[in-house]
């Protein structure tokens, strides 16, 4: 038999996945299994925080927009104008360092409010674009936490704290590149023919990262400027995956450089805010803000900004019904206070979850996720140990007329409908003629006890076996 580059390919990436190995091609890193925790885990927390929480103007992109001063940008112009204002024309960002006080920051809060969210995983951004750093890192002095501002390691507390409430798994967040590094404008000017940023900095300080605080997650950014040549994203990944000492549970997004987004990773981010509606073939996480404008803390947002709890379980609910995870971020102020709606947002998610969570957590894709007659309900499903096949329909809107109508459900003779959060009581249901296959009665909703987004729990449904993911 002549042995043909794809059958080469193919026994490289065997022996890779039998000895625990993976090489630096994509072949052989897609061929990783993705750990099991972070499919079940569905829901996780984000928080941006750094000196651009201190002006908390516009976004946390505030450095290179006051640079930019791009007349076409509202944003750009806001920022240029409340420098103006309220600074001396020679005021520098850096400034904003030893202003980052972080006085109030309480990494055991952090954690417990985040667990008390319902989220099962939480990522911190340890380095944004702007290249400060929020621990003590041996490539960078006088630009991080340990050396100004919090004069902490905020990225340890925060490992530490997590890990003794032992309820949410810990991620970090880490920008590839950073706009104002001279190396990386070395570099970028070299029209990336040389790599001083990536092995003298970038490189050495990522497995730092990675060798110090351990994540779970490793939130890469700040990719899109150079190939993953550049960055070395392929050797580090291959690292990453079969010698680190997370190796085992580690996952990664697909910000590894241009071209790689939405085609390799461990989950697919696609987008900011990606929330494609449909069922996708590869696990995908949907990263998105509750301040609809900013991933970091402006001090100006509105309420009127806020994601209402309705919008954030249709966010959820899409999500999940779809495949993907939901990565809810919050910024916190200068100071280290998450402000108080985004304290209410977040408890909020975690009571609904405390009576909904077994339609989230752990769940799959149904065969449909939507309705084919009612757009206000997404489905999931779960194979119960007393059950048998479970089918979830999360309904965001309460019909007016006291009956749910349903057109993808096909109920049996022993089909049961019970109402979660509604202990005890299995619900009336008739199976009408026509495109409506399942109505059920619905209970008086002022004695329900939820406000927003009600699950329904259907058992023994003659098509409630699962034919999309197993």
């Given at each position: 038999?002549?042995?043909?580059?794809?059958?080469?390919?193919?026994?490289?990436?065997?022996?890779?996945?039998?000895?625990?190995?993976?090489?630096?091609?994509?072949?052989?890193?897609?061929?990783?299994?993705?750990?099991?925790?972070?499919?079940?885990?569905?829901?996780?927390?984000?928080?941006?925080?750094?000196?651009?929480?201190?002006?908390?103007v516009a976004?946390?992109?505030?450095?290179?927009?006051?640079?930019?001063?791009d007349?076409?940008?509202?944003?750009?112009?806001?920022?240029?104008?409340?420098?103006?204002?309220?600074?001396?024309?020679?005021?520098?960002?850096?400034?904003?360092?030893?202003?980052?006080?972080?006085?109030?920051?309480?990494?055991?809060?952090?954690?417990?409010?985040?667990?008390?969210s319902?989220?099962?995983?939480?990522?911190?951004?340890?380095?944004?674009?702007?290249?400060?750093?929020?621990?003590?890192?041996?490539?960078n002095?006088?630009?991080?936490?340990?050396?100004?501002?919090?004069?902490?390691?905020?990225?340890?507390?925060?490992?530490?704290?997590?890990?003794a409430?032992n309820?949410?798994?810990?991620?970090?967040?880490?920008?590839?590149?950073?706009?104002?590094?001279?190396?990386?404008?070395q570099?970028?000017?070299?029209?990336y023919?040389?790599?001083?940023?990536?092995?003298?900095?970038?490189?050495?300080?990522?497995?730092?990262l990675?060798?110090?605080?351990?994540?779970a997650?490793?939130?890469?950014?700040?990719?899109?400027?150079?190939?993953?040549?550049?960055?070395?994203?392929?050797?580090?990944?291959?690292?990453?995956?079969?010698?680190?000492?997370?190796?085992?549970?580690?996952?990664?997004?697909?910000?590894?450089?241009?071209?790689?987004?939405?085609?390799h990773?461990?989950?697919?981010?696609?987008?900011?805010?990606?929330?494609?509606?449909?069922?996708?073939?590869?696990?995908w996480?949907?990263?998105?803000?509750?301040?609809?404008?900013?991933?970091?803390?402006?001090?100006?947002?509105?309420?009127?900004?806020?994601?209402?709890?309705?919008?954030?379980?249709?966010?959820l609910?899409?999500?999940?019904?779809?495949?993907?995870?939901?990565l809810?971020?919050?910024?916190?102020?200068?100071d280290?206070?998450?402000?108080?709606?985004?304290e209410?947002?977040?408890?909020?998610?975690?009571?609904?979850?405390?009576?909904?969570?077994?339609?989230?957590?752990?769940?799959?894709?149904?065969?449909?996720?939507?309705?084919?007659?009612?757009?206000?309900?997404?489905?999931?499903?779960?194979l119960?140990?007393?059950?048998?096949?479970?089918?979830?329909?999360?309904?965001?809107?309460?019909?007016?007329?006291?009956?749910?109508?349903?057109?993808?459900?096909?109920p049996?003779?022993?089909?049961?409908?019970?109402?979660?959060?509604?202990?005890?009581?299995?619900?009336?249901?008739?199976?009408?003629a026509?495109q409506?296959?399942?109505?059920?009665?619905?209970?008086?909703?002022?004695?329900v006890?939820?406000?927003?987004?009600?699950?329904?729990?259907m058992?023994?449904?003659?098509?409630?076996?699962?034919?999309?993911?197993?």
């Open positions: 038999m002549a042995v043909t580059p794809g059958l080469l390919l193919l026994f490289s990436v065997l022996i890779s996945l039998c000895r625990g190995q993976f090489s630096p091609d994509w072949p052989s890193l897609d061929s990783r299994p993705l750990p099991a925790w972070y499919d079940e885990a569905k829901v996780g927390v984000f928080m941006h925080w750094g000196p651009y929480s201190v002006p908390g976004s946390e992109w505030f450095w290179l927009q006051w640079n930019r001063r007349p076409a940008n509202p944003g750009d112009m806001e920022i240029v104008k409340y420098m103006e204002d309220f600074y001396p024309p020679d005021f520098k960002y850096q400034q904003f360092g030893s202003q980052f006080s972080a006085e109030f920051f309480n990494a055991t809060f952090w954690a417990e409010l985040v667990a008390a319902g989220a099962k995983y939480f990522v911190f951004t340890s380095k944004h674009h702007d290249g400060f750093n929020n621990w003590p890192s041996k490539r002095f006088g630009w991080n936490s340990q050396d100004i501002g919090p004069k902490r390691d905020v990225v340890g507390e925060l490992a530490e704290a997590f890990r409430e309820k949410v798994v810990f991620g970090l967040y880490h920008s590839l590149f950073e706009w104002y590094h001279p190396l990386y404008l570099d970028k000017a070299n029209n023919t040389t790599k001083y940023f990536v092995e003298e900095k970038m490189g050495p300080e990522l497995m730092e990675v060798t110090k605080y351990q994540p997650v490793l939130w890469s950014d700040g990719d899109w400027e150079a190939d993953p040549e550049f960055w070395d994203s392929l050797k580090f990944l291959s690292w990453l995956y079969s010698e680190s000492p997370v190796k085992d549970k580690i996952v990664t997004n697909d910000r590894w450089g241009r071209g790689v987004l939405c085609k990773g461990d989950f697919f981010t696609c987008s900011d805010r990606y929330n494609p509606g449909v069922l996708q073939n590869h696990k996480e949907n990263a998105m803000t509750i301040d609809k404008e900013s991933w970091g803390f402006r001090r100006n947002m509105k309420l009127s900004d806020i994601l209402r709890m309705e919008e954030l379980i249709t966010e609910a899409v999500t999940v019904s779809c495949g993907g995870n939901l809810m971020n919050v910024g916190p102020n200068k280290g206070i998450i402000d108080t709606i985004f209410e947002r977040l408890r909020q998610m975690g009571d609904w979850l405390g009576v909904n969570g077994e339609a989230i957590y752990g769940s799959k894709p149904w065969t449909h996720q939507n309705d084919s007659l009612n757009g206000d309900v997404w489905f999931t499903s779960k119960s140990p007393s059950d048998g096949q479970v089918v979830y329909a999360i309904l965001l809107a309460w019909p007016e007329s006291g009956k749910l109508e349903l057109g993808s459900p096909r049996g003779q022993d089909t049961k409908v019970t109402l979660l959060g509604l202990a005890g009581t299995d619900l009336k249901w008739t199976d009408p026509g409506v296959t399942l109505a059920v009665d619905l209970p008086e909703l002022g004695g006890g939820l406000n927003w987004g009600w699950v329904f729990k058992v023994k449904l003659e098509n409630g076996g699962n034919s999309i993911w197993k």
